[in-house]
């Protein structure tokens, strides 16, 4: 099946810094990616979508200032966050898809805010 | 404005019967519908899916079921086996979106 491939798989950085996570689909062209963010035994919130060449579409109580998202080109999306705090310690899954097929997803990043 | 409700946070099933998984939606504008499997710390892993156009769609041990007028999403799984021990989501797909059920913890007990 289609491969996604995200890193870093675990990133460990200090407070007030930014992390840029890539989300890079390796063998087809991806029209559409996800973010989404996981907390402790709750469920994968998405944050964006977004479509390769126009803006990301944050959804509702998600910082679009704080969480950047790039979408260059149909095989790579990536996700700054910027100006990290302790709460914003999560795992991260991306998910990419090709119009309306079933949606491809990365193994993950563990962010953890020190 | 919760679109999908998994409302089982976790199920046990004995090795050999059968599990059932249910979502309830209420957006009509979600087409397809798909059933990811998820280990922790990893990514979700794809199982089956419908579209709309379907009520049923059989692979291997896996059945998904879709009941439009219920707005109701389920996955069978016959036998069970304790390989199959995993958060299991719902995740439905509209146009520009896909959300994910809550999750339920399947345990298969040998």
């Known amino acids: 099946g289609a491969v996604v491939s995200q890193h870093p798989s675990r990133v460990i950085c200090k407070s007030g810094t930014s992390v840029k996570i890539e989300c890079r689909s390796l063998?087809?062209?991806?029209?559409?990616m996800f973010w989404y963010r996981q907390f402790p035994k709750q469920s994968l919130m998405l944050m964006a979508t977004?479509?390769?060449?126009?803006?990301?579409?944050?959804e509702q109580g998600v910082e679009k200032d704080k969480f950047l998202i790039n979408h260059a080109s149909l095989t790579l999306s990536t996700l700054t966050v910027t100006s990290a705090h302790p709460e914003d310690s999560s795992f991260y899954i991306c998910?990419?898809?090709?119009?309306?097929?079933?949606?491809?997803f990365g193994q993950g990043t563990r962010l953890t805010v020190v | 404005d919760q679109q999908v409700k998994q409302n089982s946070p976790s199920l046990s099933v004995q090795e050999g019967r059968i599990s059932i998984l249910n979502c309830d939606y209420t957006n009509s504008m979600f087409d397809y519908f798909l059933w990811y499997k998820k280990y922790p710390a990893e990514g979700p892993t794809f199982l089956i899916s419908i579209s709309s156009i379907k009520d049923k769609n059989e692979d291997g041990r896996f059945t998904v079921f879709l009941n439009k007028s219920a707005k109701h999403l389920s996955l069978h799984i016959v036998p069970s086996q304790p390989g199959d021990s995993a958060v299991y989501f719902c995740?439905?797909?509209?146009?520009?979106?896909?959300?994910f059920g809550q999750g339920t913890r399947l345990t298969i007990n040998p």
């Open positions: 977004s479509n390769e060449g126009s803006k990301a579409t944050y």
């Open positions: 063998d087809f062209q991806a029209t559409t």
């Open positions: 995740l439905f797909q509209g146009a520009q979106k896909l959300v």
């Open positions: 998910s990419a898809r090709v119009w309306n097929t079933e949606a491809f």
